[in-house]
């Protein structure tokens, strides 16, 4: 999880290159996560400069990469939609990713694991794919750039049947459509 | 558009596959099932070779039953194809209660044939049905499943069942990912061929009254969306394709409206009646919760449904025109995907039975639940047109298997699979011509 942290500011630090008069909301404060990760002194080295050197850039190279780098998919408690807390950076990192760019846009898919009703999983799947939507659109994304499908058991990220494979389907991924 | 189109190829419609042909492994029947002899069919025939055994088809159906215990061929003293031949004596005294025997007669050069038998009560020593139909080859086994049926009514009083067919989805994985199939065959799993078949996920298939088309749930495009396919033509249309949930289709008894679960893009999964000719959807809930798969009484009068409106799923019940929807089930913290059977007596369901997702059939008048599954992980129970028998799946080794069995718990089927993942099977109507 501590790999989502550093991305995710790793991620910011890039975004501030791009737009430094922008304020970006930290997620965390700042000197703890810089100080302490070995990725610190690239990111700390670019932010602390303020004025970069510039360069080109890409908006749909960018999001492959914030998907890439942020990580896109998160997990839920056994019968819950609740984001975990562990996992708000990465959500919140998305969403600047997506607020900034408006043409981007996300899918976000919703998963459940293989026990009970398939439909009735489509529909906890939806629940899931929903909590994130509300949480970037809190963050300030527009509705228009989500799309929600919900995949309920249908499509499982582990197989087999313990609870750690269960544990691994009950999921969400956010998927750069744009 | 160009990504359209490509995967409107991906798309095959058609495709014959085999997807489990030794069919049955294991039979548990009733404890004394009844004696009978299906002597080997004589054939009458102009071209060398029979087209088919007809009397193993049948012998086969009555076997799986589990209420017949068919007699080996070399125990029979005698193998007359004609009624006339039938000697009484030999059958009753090797405690036989009822002798079939039949012939299959070709007409000069052409390919039609006749297909007759005879059923007889050999203690009463009296013929109970005499019949004869025509066949073609293509026809040859519907007949032989046909005249199973005859004989399982006329001895149990229950309608056969031989005669339908079953469909069910697939999950095959593949170098390039997983391949989803919608497949129909016999319910002996004969005659499968693939309906449709994609890279994205298929479910939900719902039988119209009719038998001719089927509804299902197709992730094509990475949303969900509803079609119809008529069986015959492989032609299908979308009828749902709203944001967020298209799901869990099912034709009313009519064949005109198809309950659906729709959830917008907010994600609020409802029940809603479509009309399928006009497009037209009226909501049937309104509820916060999860409202999803929808069954129709067979009267058409009720809608019952799994609502986690209480915390957990539990099914619940709503008047077509509307209403306020009252619950059903109250035993254990999980009941969903509600079937009535089509008689409208009993409602079948996903139960979790102490930790196990379990089928449990509920009496609609005495309200008690027995659970008739003994997996981890059943689903989809669907019962056959008859009322006596349910279909549903199971795991077994790690992959989804069909599994049947009678509605009062004694009579079980398990059944081979030929490939990958199989799940959610759905029981066809009788067939109507």
Known sequence: ?178 | MLKNFTRLLIILIFVTTTAFAELVIDVQGVSQPTPIAIVPFGFEVISPGAPLDISAVIKGDLLRSGRFAPMAENDMLQKPTDGADVDFADWSVLGVEAVVVGKLIQQRGSDAYTLQFQLFDTFRRKQLIGFRMPATRATMRAAAHRAADMIYEKLTGIKGVFGTKVAYVTAEQQPDGRLYSLIVSDQDGENDYTIVESKDPIMSPAWSPDSRQLAYVSFEGSKSSIFVQTLRSGNRFQVSNKPGINGAPAFSPDGRKLLITLGGINGNPDIYVLDIASRQTKRLTTHRAIDTEGAWSPDGRYIYFTSDRSGGPQVYRVSVSGGSPERVTFEGSYNARPRLSPDGTRLAMVHNDRGNFRIAIMNLERKDLLVLSSGQQDESPSFAPNSDILIYATRRGGDGVLETVSADGLIRQKMASGRGDIREPVWSPFERF
């Open chain 1, 1 to 178: 999880m501590s790999y989502y942290k550093m991305s995710a500011i790793a991620v910011l630090s890039v975004l501030l290159v791009g737009c430094s008069s922008t304020p970006v909301p930290d997620p965390e404060p700042t000197d703890t996560t810089y100080g302490g990760s070995n990725d610190g002194a690239y990111t700390s080295g670019i932010g602390g400069d303020g004025m970069g050197d510039g360069e080109y850039f890409d908006e749909a190279a960018e999001a492959d990469e914030a998907d890439e780098m942020l990580g896109s998919v998160i997990y839920f408690d056994f019968d819950s939609s609740a984001v975990r807390a562990e996992d708000q950076d990465l959500l919140s990192g998305h969403a600047i990713q997506l607020s900034q760019n408006s043409l981007h846009n996300v899918r976000l898919e919703g998963h459940a694991d293989e026990r009970g009703s398939r439909e009735y999983n489509i529909g906890l799947g939806e629940r899931r794919a929903q909590a994130v939507r509300q949480i970037l659109m809190i963050q300030g994304v527009n509705a228009s750039q989500i799309q929600t499908v919900s995949f309920g058991e249908e499509r499982p990220g582990s197989m087999g049947g313990s609870d750690s494979d269960y544990a691994q389907n009950r999921r969400a991924e956010i998927k750069y459509t744009n």
